[in-house]
């Protein structure tokens, strides 16, 4: 077995599973679909490729810094549609949360776009804050291993740590290990960032253990409910001077 060892350190870094609208809250590690989604980018794939072969891999993450929590609010809406272009919206109408909806005859929310039919929404967004993981995905398939870790060393598209506006502060590959998921945890160096000497690591594992599920696995991009639930378990690693320096 082969695992593809990826280094996920930045300034910020967000992680949602189930949270839209008002609320984007963030797990607290990186999730098994963004980190599918960082390698189906670095691989230059287009959004209705197949990922079989990715989801396939087994996936495990190492919280060297686990950083912190914050959030940012942003407002939307309670304005004028600017007006660009000839297929603008009318200039007149307003946007942001309707007021007063109602019921079409067709059977679908309807709202008046008049100027006081629409407030501001405000939008809080959660990001992990100076936070540093290693994360592995693990295949028997040798050559799909270091395709992956070829293109993480030259990706065919930027990469981001979740969302688009948290860009990995160093590079993300970082190479491959022949230990497997139960194993690269304890087996390779924590990284030089690490503030913890014992990091936990989350380990997926078959449904059959009857883990809690706790995560996703992406089957497509192109709809967001196409996903199936994978579980994980967690761990807590020897103290780092039993681990390899």
């Excluded at 839209?20 to 999730?31: F, G, H, K, L, V």
């Excluded at 287009?46 to 060297?64: C, E, G, K, N, Y």
């Excluded at 194993?183 to 594992?205: C, D, F, K």
């Excluded at 009857?210 to 761990?235: I, M, Q, Y």
Aim: hydrophobic share 35%.
């Amino acid at each position: 077995m082969v695992t593809v060892l990826l280094r996920l350190t930045g300034p910020m870094q967000s992680y949602g599973t189930s949270s839209q609208w008002e609320e984007r809250a963030t797990r607290s590690r990186p999730t098994k679909s963004a980190v599918v989604g960082l390698v189906a980018n670095a691989l230059g794939l287009s959004i209705d490729a197949p990922l079989h072969d990715l989801t396939q891999m087994v996936f495990a993450v190492r919280a060297d810094r686990p950083g912190q929590q914050m959030a940012d609010e942003q407002t939307a809406g309670g304005g004028r549609f600017p007006p660009t272009g000839p297929t603008a919206p009318n200039p007149d109408h307003w946007y942001g949360a309707p007021r007063d909806p109602d019921m079409s005859p067709e059977g679908t929310l309807r709202a008046s776009r008049k100027k006081g039919s629409r407030d501001p929404v405000l939008i809080t967004k959660h990001y992990l804050i100076d936070a540093a993981f290693l994360a592995g995905l693990s295949t028997e398939n040798t050559q799909l291993a270091h395709t992956i870790d070829t293109a993480l060393r030259q990706p065919a598209r930027l990469l981001f740590l979740g969302r688009h506006c948290c860009p990995p502060a160093r590079p993300v590959a970082h190479g491959t290990t022949p230990h497997g998921p139960d194993q690269w945890p304890s087996r390779v160096s924590l990284l030089p960032e690490a503030t913890v000497t014992r990091p936990t690591v989350w380990t997926e594992v078959p449904p059959a253990t009857g883990a809690f599920p706790s995560s996703e696995n992406p089957v497509s991009f192109t709809a967001r409910n196409h996903r199936t639930l994978f579980l994980r378990t967690s761990t807590a690693l020897p103290p780092a001077s039993e681990l390899p320096q």
